[in-house]
């Protein structure tokens, strides 16, 4: 019964306004309000995070392999391939890391449909001077990225909203691709 009467007093304040209720201390009262406020607000903030795995490019003595940055973001569930292709060209931050996207490269598109990605750059991502690791490392930097995002199993890179053979000559890119987990750089290694 006092749950019923609290949830009614609750409306009523809600329907009526709170502003003619006398507070105890005046603007001190309505600062602690405010304080709640933005700290409500804060934790909605905060529960909309996500982390998500960005795969860089890790240098080793003998060979380039993808290492893994973990990100918060900030996104809807529609909107998260698109903010995680945008981290990978914003590039990494995490020491030791580089990126892989040539520089200029902006993301036209990215759709979902039936678990496949269709990621769509402009054709700056084809400005490349790689070799056939440098282009595998790019690729699937942008595939491993996304397929680690709930309901995407592959993906396929689009250049001017056009499908093509590869981007370097090495790396076919004319189907959607699976993640490929060899060539990441083990966990916990300098």
Not at 43 to 49: K, N
Not at 53 to 62: I, N, V
Not at 95 to 106: A, F, S
């Amino acid at each position: 019964m006092k749950k019923i009467f609290l949830l009614l007093l609750l409306a009523v304040l809600i329907a009526g306004g709170c502003e003619n209720i006398p507070f105890a201390g005046g603007d001190a009262s309505e600062d602690r309000l405010g304080g709640l406020e933005e700290k409500m607000e804060e934790l909605e903030r905060l529960s909309r995070l996500q982390e998500v795995e960005l795969f860089f490019l890790k240098e080793t003595e003998t060979d380039f392999l993808l290492a893994v940055e973990l990100r918060q973001m900030e996104a809807q569930a529609e909107d998260l391939p698109r903010q995680v292709v945008q981290g990978l060209l914003a590039g990494p931050t995490e020491e030791g890391l580089r990126e892989v996207l040539p520089e200029g490269v902006q993301l036209l598109s990215v759709d979902v449909s039936e678990g496949i990605a269709r990621v769509d750059f402009t054709s700056e991502i084809r400005d490349l001077t790689v070799g056939a690791q440098g282009e595998l490392v790019l690729v699937y930097s942008i595939v491993n990225s996304l397929a680690r995002l709930p309901g995407i199993e592959a993906v396929q890179i689009l250049v001017q909203g056009e499908e093509v053979e590869s981007l370097a000559g090495h790396v076919s890119v004319a189907e959607p691709l699976l993640p490929d987990e060899e060539i990441i750089y083990p966990r916990g290694e300098k």
